[in-house]
């Protein structure tokens, strides 16, 4: 494994995990405001796009991806995110990930799908996500959207050896972009810590100690 992947297990704060991520021990300005990162029952890292929360698996700083799954999922719920969901902001879904298409069948006895998922939404109702090999017919029911997984994750998935909740409990990959990258990457070569003004979030070159 690359010293640049972070596997996050067990209680945590931020390991080895620098700019532009910022939080729980890290203070604001040690990052950019985007990337605020919060400590979840003392042993999981959130990340916070709009009003999608995400628990942060591990990081890959060298190629500037981190991999995340929907909350929702962690807690008995239905997945929270859009099911077309592409990215916000600074974040957008990396080109390790593809999608998986889910349906809601009005008779899933006459339907013989790939893998299904059962699960409680926001206002107490229960409801069952229906996935299909892109093959298979399936008038009767209705496409909701899409969600994303790892593309590794999805190969184990489409051979049956993974169901559709553990595939989405594996969640995906976010790639980031870093604002004044260039400015960073000089700071660092020069001995300096990368960081930002407080209140403004402009880039700023930070004395290592």
């Excluded at 996050?8 to 990052?31: D, S």
């Excluded at 013989?112 to 996935?131: E, I």
């Excluded at 020069?190 to 979030?201: L, R």
Aim: glycine letters at 6%; charged letters at 20%.
């Amino acid at each position: 494994m690359s010293d640049q992947i972070i596997k996050l297990e067990g209680p945590t704060l931020l390991p080895n995990v620098t700019y532009p991520f910022w939080g729980v021990n890290k203070p604001n300005y040690c990052g950019q405001t985007e990337f605020q990162l919060s400590c979840k029952n003392n042993q999981n890292l959130t990340l916070v796009l709009t009003n999608l929360s995400l628990q942060v698996i591990s990081f890959d700083l060298e190629n500037q991806t981190l991999t995340v799954a929907d909350e929702s999922l962690f807690e008995g719920r239905c997945p929270s995110i859009s099911l077309n969901f592409t990215g916000t902001n600074q974040f957008t879904i990396a080109p390790t990930s593809k999608k998986i298409d889910l349906f809601i069948c009005p008779a899933p006895e006459m339907v013989n799908p790939l893998s299904s998922f059962t699960c409680r939404k926001s206002n107490g109702d229960m409801v069952t996500y229906y996935t299909f090999k892109t093959s298979d017919s399936v008038t009767e029911c209705v496409k909701l959207g899409e969600v994303p997984v790892l593309s590794s994750v999805l190969d184990d998935f489409q051979r049956s050896r993974l169901t559709l909740e553990e595939a989405l409990v594996k969640g995906f990959d976010l790639r980031y972009n870093i604002r004044d990258g260039r400015s960073c990457r000089g700071c660092l070569d020069s001995g300096g810590v990368c960081g930002s003004e407080s209140v403004s979030g402009s880039f700023h070159c930070l004395c290592y100690d």
